[in-house]
């Protein structure tokens, strides 16, 4: 067994490398100490962390077939699973996941989901066709119009502990953990609700910043949790991407998104790669380990995380996890509706962008990129991710890995890329559909 576990583990390391990315400590808050997929992530905040401590449950309980996940899952959801929000900030700079058991009560989650049901503005979910498979309550975000105003005031007057589940009026909210890892806005709070039948996501991530969950209903495997591949997409690849749809439409603008359309191409199947790496080595553990979950999680310390993560969990859990990694909004199985509260925080606020835009646009991109220390061999490894607005990953395998059969081929697509417009009239497109935030 020893010699098995230890050639696995050889072979793994040699394979899984990859580029740095994520969110992290000073002096770049978004870099990780560790390549892409090896192990702990060892961020620490920029500054120290103070939070409240309030009183939760201390059991490990995973939630609805938390006993029935793999080894490896169980081992994963045990490692990053802290008391309270006070000991949240070390686990998730380790981890770049962190699950709090019990933040809401049960009468809690009951009020919170009655009111969001109620008061919140229904939109199809990003990353789905169809409000069928997935859609969203819009409770609160930043530039908000006067509808949206109305509808945070009314969630506020209503639901007296608002405050503790997304804002920072509160003790024991969790915000300051993010304000921590220097990501202070609240760019989107909304219930994301599965549709029994619906469809899964397609695989994404919701870019630079963090990302909150919060259970309203026992989330187990048949009804649809959020799956994560716990490795972050490497940070300047998606400050690129950010930085790259800030620019105007142009000739420029569509011959590189050419050259950075089959750029994606190589990020995609290298990520793809990677999880299937991860996939080959805990196929080969799991029946030499069995049901020990602490060998499990020693393995796990020592680099080879989970190839994917299904966060089942009881009414009340938060979950934050580093939004660069790739997840998506498992299916329903299930006859009920499965419903989440999502809140996404990113680093600037609807003002904020707005003048970092105008600023690039004057400046020029190479310019400000300089001054943010990005190098332009970082820059060309990183820039292919600013063709699209989300990794997608098209139609998800069957073993339920993203599939990286039907990978863009590098000149057809690329060059197709170019009639379809710049990344801001693509935005446009999607923004018609009235599209919801990231999901889950």
Known sequence: MTMTMTMTMTMTMTMVRGPRGGIGGPPRPCELSRPLG????????????????????????????GATLPVDQKAFMELVTAPSVAEAPAVFGKWGIVRIPSLLSPGEVDTLLREAREHGIRRTAFAQDSPSDRYTLWIAGDG??????????????????????IFHGDESSWRPVCDGFGYPNL??????????????????????????????????????????????????YMQWMKHLSNQPP??????????????????????????MAHEFAWNTLRPILGNNVGVAKN????????????MVADPGVLTL????????????????????????????????????????????????????????QQAAAAASKAAIPEFSFGKPSAA?????????????????????????????????????????
């Not at 009314?154 to 502990?161: A, H, L, Q, S, Y």
């Not at 142009?250 to 990677?274: F, H, P």
């Not at 393995?299 to 299904?310: N, R, Y």
């Open 38 to 65: 090896l192990g702990p992530t060892r961020r620490s905040p920029r500054e120290a962390v103070t939070v409240a401590p309030r009183a939760v449950a201390t059991d490990l309980s995973l939630g609805p077939d």
């Open 144 to 165: 908000m119009s006067d509808e949206q105003l109305a509808t945070t005031k009314t969630i506020k007057e209503r639901v007296p502990f608002i405050e503790r589940a």
């Open 187 to 236: 760019m989107l709070a909304e219930v994301v609700t599965a549709a029994p039948g619906g469809a899964p996501q397609g695989w994404h991530f919701d870019g630079e910043g963090i990302t909150a969950q919060i259970s309203l209903v026992p989330i187990g495997a048949m009804n649809g949790p959020t799956e994560i591949q716990p490795r972050p997409t490497p940070r300047a």
């Open 250 to 275: 142009g000739e420029s603008q569509d011959e590189m998104a050419e050259v950075l359309s089959e750029l994606t191409t190589e990020i995609k199947m290298m990520y793809d790669r990677l999880t």
């Open 299 to 310: 393995i796990i310390e020592a680099g080879l995380t989970p190839p994917v993560v299904h």
């Open 321 to 376: 996890y580093d939004a660069s990694m790739i997840h998506r909004g498992g299916q329903n199985r299930g006859t009920e509706e499965r419903p989440i509260l999502a809140v996404h925080i990113n680093k600037e606020n609807k003002h904020q962008r707005k003048q970092t835009r105008l600023r690039e646009q004057s400046e020029g991109l190479g310019q400000v990129m300089s001054k943010a220390g990005v190098t332009k």
């Open 400 to 440: 339920g890995a993203p599939n990286i059969a039907k990978v863009v081929p590098k000149k057809s697509k690329a060059k197709k890329a170019k009639f379809k417009g710049s990344v801001k009239s693509g935005a446009k497109k999607a923004g018609a559909k009235k599209k919801g935030g990231f999901g889950g």
